[in-house]
């Protein structure tokens, strides 16, 4: 296993009226964060907030190319975000959810304190695969074929790359101490964009070139 401190290479925020950063996505343009009672949009370039959806959002985000799915206590939210209309509802795993992701068709919803990730159905929400972790799980990623995860537990923060099928950890990348990772969300290339939970920030973290490799 493979073990680095992390790279944060850009820090944002904190925001104006957010108290709290939990999930986070992005749609290719923009890196949405879900701040409680708003989906916030962030221009990564400028760190402005350029748009706000008014749907509750108190933990994980995802985005399947064309819509945001978004966790609401204990329901997952299908938005329009040009409207911020939501299409359709499907209920969380039972105990809960924190991160969330979009990968292979389907929806990745990670639960903290349960420690695990499960594969989910986005029409009905069945639950289609479970991995089990050894840690608290928050964010959810997937980029290159490869899932990521972040962990969250006491002052200690790191993202996990682990194999899909064991829950194995592969890989670690240790945040520095008193930083932690909330929601989770790659760019598809080089970037990891990291919620900071109370902090109000996001922050970007270099993906290891190892692993692209």
């Not at 938005?79 to 795993?93: N, Y």
């Not at 159905?121 to 972790?133: C, F, K, M, N, Y």
Request: net charge negative; proline share 5%; hydrophobic share 35%.
């Amino acid at each position: 296993m493979k073990r680095t401190a992390a790279n944060i290479v850009r820090e944002y925020g904190p925001f104006p009226d957010v108290s709290a950063v939990h999930g986070v996505t992005y749609d290719g343009t923009n890196v949405w964060i879900a701040t409680g009672d708003t989906l916030n949009a962030v221009d990564p370039d400028s760190g402005k907030t350029v748009r706000k959806l008014n749907v509750p959002a108190q933990a994980g985000t995802a985005f399947d190319g064309q819509h945001l799915f978004q966790i609401a206590e204990d329901r997952i939210q299908k938005i329009d975000p040009d409207s911020g209309r939501v299409l359709a509802t499907i209920p969380t795993p039972d105990g809960g959810a924190s991160g969330m992701a979009w990968a292979e068709g389907t929806l990745w919803v990670g639960q903290h304190r349960n420690r695990k990730i499960h594969q989910v159905d986005p029409q009905t929400g069945a639950i289609l695969r479970t991995i089990e972790s050894n840690r608290f799980v928050t964010g959810v990623t997937w980029v290159d074929g490869e899932l990521w995860h972040g962990t969250w537990e006491a002052d200690e923060s790191e993202i996990r790359r682990i194999d899909p099928r064991s829950g194995a950890v592969l890989e670690r990348l240790e945040m520095p101490s008193g930083i932690g990772v909330s929601g989770l969300e790659s760019d598809g290339a080089d970037l990891f964009y990291c919620g900071g939970g109370a902090s109000g920030k996001v922050r970007a973290v270099r993906r290891p070139k190892a692993v692209r490799s």
